[in-house]
């Protein structure tokens, strides 16, 4: 009885890390999606 409710804690939703996972996952696709546009930055040399 005790370990089970040992489990029940544990299964609350950390809000924190769901928030942080969304954010970096939308930072992933916005880099992901502008990555073109980045890397021609990055290599082109302006005089």
Excluded: C, H
Excluded at 31 to 42: I, T
């Amino acid at each position: 009885m005790n370990n089970f409710s040992r489990f029940k804690k544990q299964k609350q939703p950390n809000y924190k890390r769901f928030l942080l996972l969304v954010l970096l996952l939308l930072v992933v696709i916005l880099l992901w999606k502008n990555a073109d546009k980045l890397l021609e930055g990055l290599f082109t040399t302006s005089p």
